[in-house]
């Protein structure tokens, strides 16, 4: 059961605080393996527990607005509606994580995981065919 402690003045303004340990989070691998379970939640391959897992190894905060690890600069991109809106949800999602990830970062992270699946040598190829 959480512990919760109640701040001086607490009676006056209604703050409580919880004090109890944080549960570690699990990487998604290592449950994978301990049961040999397969992806579920998954949307072509892209598993939603390794977004989730990404998300929460990459958002860092260094105080103010928690940022996403190794971003060099920030882009304008074209968006969808309706992937914004998936975007949207899935960083709703993500909001019971240590840091509540914004829409932009969910969008970084999940660009970031659909990018590491393109290997290196399909890109090759796929410079070889378009300048061929």
Do not use: C, Y
Request: charged share 30%; net charge positive.
């Amino acid at each position: 059961m959480a512990q919760v402690r109640f701040v001086t003045g607490a009676k006056k303004n209604g703050r409580i605080v919880d004090t109890s340990t944080k549960v570690k989070t699990l990487d998604p691998a290592v449950v994978k393996k301990a049961f040999n379970a397969k992806a579920a939640g998954s949307s072509a391959g892209m598993d939603l527990l390794a977004i989730r897992h990404a998300m929460q190894t990459m958002l860092q905060s260094s105080g103010g607005r928690p940022a996403l690890e190794g971003v060099d600069e920030r882009v304008k991109i074209p968006k969808i509606g309706s992937d914004w809106e998936k975007l949207e949800k899935l960083a709703r999602a993500a909001g019971d994580l240590k840091h509540k990830p914004s829409t932009g970062q969910m969008a970084a992270v999940v660009l970031h995981l659909g990018l590491m699946r393109i290997s290196e040598e399909e890109l090759k190829e796929a410079a070889r065919k378009e300048f061929a």
